[in-house]
């Protein structure tokens, strides 16, 4: 009988949609497009269900043909639905609904999450894959490129997407992009049966306030308190005429070098917050890290210590040390040489840890002051409980990649665990894990790439992504509602569809108005996915929220409401090179009132010195008035003075590399105009398409290839049969310059004394020339009134 009855409740199960699934457990009832009216009016009944909480529901005296009539409700959501209740069979029907609901509510999320993954698993097959074969042999009817790589400076939505917000809309586009996000959106998770137990309004700290050891430096007095950067900074009250001051122009700089970091240059327009010194030695009691932050972290950080720092017992490599120092001083940090495949683990542990201290210490401060509330005789209004935001979000991770976004996560977890065998609560980890790892065996086996691709390119690459991360004392929730979360990860094209644009109804960035410490990770790929998204976020950061979103402004500090929230906002910015789009957003668009310090190394030895192929350079300088205009001068100096030397069918086998997309487009206008013989290759291009064109330049059917840079830096295939080089504009990694200018080697040893590259630069240039070519060389050729300069690598006989 029992197994009858289990059978007959699972073939309700499967009969119900998808959607209707969904809808019996968010809302407790019947789907609305299938429910069935009547005029027959029930009497209300309550039933009991085994979920911790009770659902009423009745129905209004109506006729069949009612379109609008009011409907259930579930007491403790006070969410409303649109559906109507059956009539027939009151009793029956009540029964088997209720109980089938029930089974739903109770089983875990992995049913659901196992028909989205069926759904859904087709989509990002081609995301944990670059590149492809690498030979230039390949069929012409090979399959066309997956659409939905990431080398696309819009790169197509992905459906298995972290939940929304409520009231958020992804960015417009085709109908099948916006019927997709659409569904997604329906499809919100918000965690419920956790919700209140990482509520910041209804929890208390009351265990840890009796444990003298609950926050590191609390318990050795006031002293100690007083000297706590996190209090020091939050409790800093600025006055209007210190705001005026740092809108001004003016600010006191200062150069000093350190040891592990190099040469910084600290900047700050309130004179009383110079610079800091770096600790010789770090003792971890000193440093006020949150409770188990101290405990864990040496164990965490310890496949990052040579045996020479540990001998000494530092805690610290000496570059996280350094960084730590400034991290901890809340000053802003933009670090320029942090690389995936040298220092990139590194610097990820000493962010997280620090932002998780943050988090730990607000948070505490908010459960500390709810308890001495409570206690507090009614009516008593007292000022002193300002500990909180606008909105609860105070930390928000950019980085590019899912895999990124699992390795900080990871980061987090052994942060906070004090043994192995003492694991914390993880809500939702199952589904994380299935959502941000990867499979090793999808990766092809003959895939043969350098070194710093393997290390970009690790696990998931999806860069379509945001997820939203609760900490309260012992436990962490993933996937929490961004106006339930501390700290937020996400990648700039997952944030830009929940911001959405000027004009569309459903938009949301309210979750951004008090964000404290901004992470930007990684951010020279951003360069090469698309910069607009960075600028998007930053222009819509530290906004005062359009709604109160339950906020009690009696615990919200003075500086939020005064519309200062970006003057206190800590950035941290990692990059693996200088480029001029980041350093804007380091000048613009960081107010910190502590200041800023950039880290300003010099490049005395250029990638040219990595060429290993006898090749003459010839740089060519064109004259520009600004950066704006050195566009269009760029491409007419190329058009009627580089051009026309490369027209002779003697210099074939051409490559045009051209690092920005809009140049590639206004060259190949060009070449089709006049009609000259070429081929193009760029991150659109089918793979059919790219090895159709390798092989008409390889056999000289085409005179030219015009190649983009962003097609390189996701792909990296050789080119064969280059002779002639033209760098329309230097690229924007440095050692691009010489792993093309490497390429040069496959057109055979016969053909190198024919071989030629030539490169344009302008003043606005700089940084590029200097990483190319060193800073001395550099500053000759910008200063020198020549315009061509001529360098020559290689063995020479």
């Given at each position: 009988?029992?197994k009858?009855?289990?059978?007959r409740?699972?073939?309700l199960?499967?009969?119900?949609?998808?959607?209707?699934?969904?809808?019996?457990k968010?809302?407790?009832?019947?789907?609305?497009?299938?429910?069935?009216?009547?005029g027959?009016?029930k009497?209300?009944?309550?039933?009991?269900?085994?979920?911790?909480?009770?659902?009423?529901?009745?129905?209004?005296?109506t006729?069949?043909?009612?379109?609008?009539s009011?409907?259930?409700?579930?007491?403790?959501?006070?969410?409303?639905?649109?559906?109507?209740?059956d009539?027939?069979n009151?009793?029956?029907?009540?029964?088997?609904?209720?109980?089938?609901l029930?089974?739903?509510k109770?089983?875990?999320?992995?049913?659901?999450?196992?028909?989205?993954d069926?759904?859904?698993?087709?989509?990002?097959?081609?995301?944990?894959?670059?590149?492809?074969?690498?030979?230039?042999?390949?069929?012409?009817?090979?399959?066309?490129d997956?659409?939905n790589?990431?080398n696309?400076?819009?790169?197509?939505e992905?459906?298995?997407?972290?939940?929304?917000?409520?009231?958020s809309?992804?960015?417009?586009?085709?109908?099948?992009?916006?019927?997709?996000?659409?569904?997604?959106a329906?499809?919100?998770?918000?965690?419920?049966?956790?919700?209140?137990?990482?509520?910041?309004e209804?929890?208390?700290?009351?265990?840890?306030?009796?444990?003298?050891?609950?926050?590191?430096?609390?318990?050795s007095g006031?002293?100690?308190?007083?000297?706590?950067?996190?209090k020091?900074?939050?409790?800093?009250?600025?006055?209007?005429?210190?705001?005026?001051?740092?809108?001004?122009?003016s600010?006191?700089?200062?150069?000093?070098?350190?040891?592990?970091?190099?040469?910084?240059?600290f900047?700050?327009k309130?004179?009383k917050?110079?610079?800091?010194?770096?600790?010789?030695?770090v003792?971890?009691?000193?440093?006020?890290?949150?409770?188990?932050?101290?405990s864990?972290?040496?164990?965490?950080?310890s496949?990052?210590?040579?045996?020479?720092?540990?001998s000494?017992?530092?805690?610290f490599?000496p570059l996280?040390?350094?960084?730590?120092?400034?991290?901890?001083?809340?000053?802003d940090?933009?670090?320029?040489?942090?690389?995936?495949?040298?220092?990139g683990?590194?610097?990820?542990?000493?962010?997280?840890?620090?932002?998780?201290?943050?988090?730990?210490?607000?948070?505490?401060?908010?459960?500390?002051?709810?308890?001495?509330?409570?206690?507090?005789?009614?009516?008593?209004?007292?000022?002193?409980?300002?500990?909180?935001g606008?909105t609860?979000?105070?930390?928000?991770?950019?980085?590019?990649?899912?895999?990124?976004?699992?390795?900080?996560?990871?980061?987090?977890i052994?942060?906070?665990?004090?043994?192995?065998?003492?694991?914390?609560?993880?809500?939702?980890?199952?589904?994380?894990?299935?959502?941000?790892g990867?499979?090793p065996e999808e990766k092809?086996?003959n895939?043969?790439?350098?070194?710093?691709?393997?290390?970009?390119?690790?696990?998931?690459?999806d860069?379509?992504?945001?997820?939203?991360?609760?900490?309260?004392q012992?436990?962490?929730?993933?996937?929490?509602?961004?106006?339930?979360?501390?700290?937020?990860?996400?990648?700039?094209?997952?944030?830009?569809?929940?911001?959405?644009?000027?004009?569309?109804?459903?938009?949301?960035y309210?979750?951004?108005?008090?964000?404290?410490?901004?992470?930007?990770?990684?951010?020279?790929?951003?360069?090469?996915?698309?910069?607009?998204?960075?600028?998007?976020?930053?222009?819509?950061?530290?906004?005062?929220p359009?709604?109160?979103?339950?906020?009690?402004?009696?615990?919200?500090r003075?500086?939020?409401l005064?519309?200062?929230s970006?003057?206190?906002r800590?950035t941290?910015?990692?990059?693996a090179?200088?480029?001029?789009?980041?350093?804007?957003?380091?000048?613009?668009?960081c107010f910190?009132?502590?200041g800023q310090?950039?880290?300003?190394?010099?490049?005395?030895?250029?990638?040219?010195?990595?060429?290993?192929?006898?090749l003459?350079?010839?740089?060519?300088?064109?004259?520009?008035?600004?950066?704006?205009?050195?566009?269009?001068a760029?491409?007419?100096?190329?058009?009627e003075?580089?051009?026309?030397?490369?027209?002779?069918?003697?210099?074939?086998?051409t490559?045009?590399?051209?690092?920005?997309?809009?140049?590639?487009?206004?060259?190949?206008?060009?070449?089709k105009?006049?009609?000259?013989?070429?081929?193009h290759i760029?991150?659109?291009?089918?793979?059919?398409?790219?090895?159709?064109?390798?092989?008409f330049?390889?056999?000289?059917?085409?005179?030219?290839?015009?190649?983009?840079?962003?097609?390189?830096?996701?792909?990296?295939?050789?080119?064969?049969g280059?002779?002639?080089?033209?760098?329309?504009?230097?690229?924007?990694?440095?050692?691009?310059?010489?792993?093309?200018?490497?390429?040069m080697?496959?057109?055979?040893?016969?053909?190198?004394a024919?071989?030629?590259?030539?490169?344009l630069?302008?003043?606005?240039?700089?940084?590029?020339v200097?990483?190319?070519?060193?800073?001395?060389?550099?500053?000759?050729?910008?200063?020198?009134s020549?315009?061509v300069?001529?360098?020559?690598?290689?063995?020479?006989?």
């Open positions: 009988m029992g009858r009855k289990a059978r409740q699972q073939q199960i499967s009969s119900l949609s998808k959607k209707q699934k969904k809808h019996l968010d809302f407790g009832e019947e789907h609305p497009f299938y429910d069935r009216v009547s027959k009016e009497p209300t009944q309550i039933c009991e269900l085994n979920l911790g909480f009770s659902i009423s529901y009745w129905t209004p005296l006729s069949p043909s009612a379109k609008h009011q409907w259930s409700s579930i007491s403790d959501t006070s969410e409303q639905s649109s559906s109507e209740s009539t027939e009151d009793s029956e029907q009540a029964s088997v609904y209720h109980k089938l029930a089974t739903l109770t089983a875990p999320y992995s049913d659901s999450e196992d028909d989205e069926e759904s859904e698993g087709g989509s990002n097959k081609g995301d944990a894959e670059v590149g492809s074969d690498d030979e230039y042999e390949e069929d012409e009817g090979e399959m066309e997956e659409d790589d990431s696309a400076p819009d790169p197509p992905s459906d298995q997407e972290a939940p929304l917000q409520k009231n809309q992804e960015e417009p586009g085709d109908p099948e992009a916006s019927s997709n996000l659409k569904h997604e329906t499809e919100e998770f918000t965690d419920l049966q956790h919700e209140s137990e990482f509520s910041l209804t929890n208390f700290i009351e265990e840890e306030c009796s444990d003298p050891s609950a926050d590191g430096k609390e318990s006031s002293a100690d308190i007083a000297k706590d950067p996190f020091c900074h939050v409790e800093e009250e600025l006055e209007e005429k210190q705001i005026d001051k740092i809108l001004s122009c600010k006191s700089i200062s150069q000093v070098k350190w040891p592990a970091l190099g040469q910084l240059v900047s700050s309130l004179e917050f110079g610079m800091v010194k770096p600790d010789k030695e003792d971890l009691k000193r440093l006020h890290l949150r409770k188990p932050l101290g864990a972290w040496p164990k965490v950080n496949p990052f210590l040579s045996t020479q720092v540990k000494k017992d530092q805690p490599t996280q040390k350094e960084l730590f120092c400034i991290m901890n001083s809340y000053k940090l933009f670090y320029p040489e942090r690389t995936a495949l040298s220092n683990e590194e610097v990820r542990q000493v962010y997280c840890l620090h932002a998780l201290n943050h988090v730990l210490k607000a948070n505490a401060q908010v459960l500390g002051n709810n308890a001495k509330r409570r206690d507090q005789k009614p009516g008593t209004d007292d000022d002193s409980f300002r500990d909180q606008l609860r979000p105070k930390v928000l991770i950019v980085v590019p990649f899912r895999e990124s976004a699992l390795r900080v996560v990871q980061i987090f052994s942060l906070l665990e004090l043994t192995s065998q003492k694991k914390i609560d993880v809500s939702n980890k199952k589904r994380f894990k299935g959502e941000f990867s499979d092809p086996p895939l043969k790439r350098p070194e710093d691709y393997e290390a970009v390119f690790a696990g998931n690459i860069d379509h992504f945001r997820l939203g991360v609760s900490v309260l012992k436990s962490i929730r993933l996937y929490a509602p961004f106006y339930s979360s501390d700290i937020i990860i996400a990648s700039p094209l997952g944030l830009r569809t929940v911001i959405g644009a000027e004009g569309e109804n459903k938009r949301d309210d979750f951004l108005s008090s964000i404290e410490i901004l992470i930007i990770d990684e951010a020279d790929i951003y360069l090469m996915q698309n910069w607009e998204h960075v600028l998007h976020l930053m222009n819509h950061i530290n906004l005062l359009l709604e109160s979103h339950g906020v009690d402004f009696s615990r919200v003075m500086f939020n005064n519309n200062w970006k003057y206190y800590q941290l910015l990692f990059s090179l200088q480029h001029p789009q980041i350093n804007s957003i380091f000048n613009k668009h910190n009132y502590r310090v950039a880290v300003r190394n010099i490049p005395l030895k250029g990638s040219i010195s990595h060429v290993v192929v006898q003459p350079h010839v740089f060519r300088k064109l004259e520009a008035e600004n950066s704006i205009s050195a566009i269009d760029r491409f007419h100096f190329f058009i003075k580089v051009l026309p030397e490369y027209r002779d069918a003697v210099m074939s086998h490559l045009i590399y051209v690092p920005s997309y809009f140049d590639y487009v206004r060259l190949r206008n060009y070449f105009k006049e009609e000259l013989s070429f081929v760029c991150e659109y291009t089918s793979k059919s398409g790219i090895s159709r064109a390798r092989q330049f390889l056999k000289g059917v085409k005179q030219f290839l015009i190649f983009t840079e962003r097609f390189h830096f996701y792909k990296r295939y050789s080119i064969r280059i002779r002639n080089l033209i760098f329309y504009e230097l690229p924007t990694y440095p050692h691009f310059y010489s792993e093309v200018c490497n390429m080697k496959l057109a055979g040893s016969e053909e190198e024919t071989l030629t590259c030539t490169v630069y302008s003043k606005y240039d700089a940084q590029k200097a990483a190319v070519v060193g800073v001395d060389r550099a500053a000759q050729m910008l200063q020198s020549k315009n300069h001529l360098f020559v690598t290689g063995e020479t006989e």
